[in-house]
């Protein structure tokens, strides 16, 4: 595989750098998907009659589950051993480590003591339209992921193969092979994923409770369930593993999935 043969991606992963402080692609991109996604809500809410006062907290505890969840999530799953060794290290987000597993088991939780806190938010209906926004959110955090060179792809001879820069610090220090762009991958089958759901929520298409969250959990972690195939190992101990780190956190999720679809239909 000749690397000059391949589309090379440059992209600097910063925007702006003032001293020690940087503006990152990923950080943008991430703080757009909520952005886009508290537009989303505001046109659910509004549609279906809800106070928007209501959203405004939502959104408080949507953002904090995301990224403790994320944070505890590669904190645990990915590197349980240094950082059981280095506790005081595990806050330190802006050194980079966020796994979405973790990310939407801390959205999970938010969204529960969120509504045990306002007794009128029916949690279900929640999870059934907050899917629709969190689809595209993911879909921007992947292309983020992009943007910084991360969680790149396993060697590959395809036509759309793609070499990146590799970073140390803020210097290039080399480049890969051309490999998977698994980052595009998800992107694209989240973004569908997001479409799909607002057109089901725009005509009305599901009307049984959990139906939404259901197909969202199945689609969203069985296309991460099979683009992991193209992504190489995340952590060292994931080459003695049958199957990725990833695949194996999907597989609960995508049973979670299938038991709110086949639920939803035992109620109509």
Avoid at 62 to 91: K, M, Q, S
Avoid at 183 to 197: G, H, K, R
Avoid at 241 to 266: D, E, H, T, V
Wanted: aromatic share 18%; charged share 15%; glycine share 8%.
């Amino acid at each position: 595989m000749d690397p000059s043969s391949y589309f090379h991606w440059t992209g600097n992963p910063e925007i702006l750098r003032i001293g020690s402080f940087a503006i990152r692609w990923y950080g943008v991109l991430f703080a757009l998907g909520f952005i886009v996604g508290y537009q989303i809500m505001l046109y659910i809410f509004k549609r279906e009659n809800k106070p928007i006062k209501e959203l405004e907290g939502l959104v408080f505890y949507v953002i904090i589950g995301t990224v403790v969840g994320a944070r505890l999530g590669h904190c645990f799953f990915y590197e349980p051993e240094y950082y059981l060794r280095n506790p005081l290290e595990i806050p330190m987000v802006w050194h980079g480590g966020l796994a979405s597993h973790g990310g939407a088991i801390g959205v999970l939780l938010a969204l529960w003591l969120y509504t045990r806190r306002h007794k009128k938010m029916n949690l279900m209906w929640l999870l059934d339209r907050i899917v629709v926004p969190t689809a595209l959110a993911a879909s921007f955090i992947r292309i983020g992921n992009f943007f910084n060179h991360e969680i790149i792809g396993k060697p590959t001879s395809v036509p759309w193969a793609i070499v990146f820069n590799i970073f140390h610090g803020r210097e290039v220090v080399g480049i890969t092979p051309p490999v998977h762009p698994s980052q595009l991958y998800e992107a694209i089958a989240y973004l569908l994923i997001f479409i799909l759901l607002f057109i089901f929520y725009k005509k009305n298409i599901f009307q049984s409770s959990g139906k939404p969250f259901g197909l969202f959990f199945l689609l969203v972690f069985t296309a991460r369930f099979f683009i992991e195939f193209t992504k190489a190992p995340q952590a060292d101990f994931e080459k003695y593993l049958p199957f990725s780190m990833g695949q194996l956190l999907s597989i609960p999720f995508i049973i979670a999935g299938l038991y709110f679809l086949l639920r939803s239909k035992k109620s109509t």
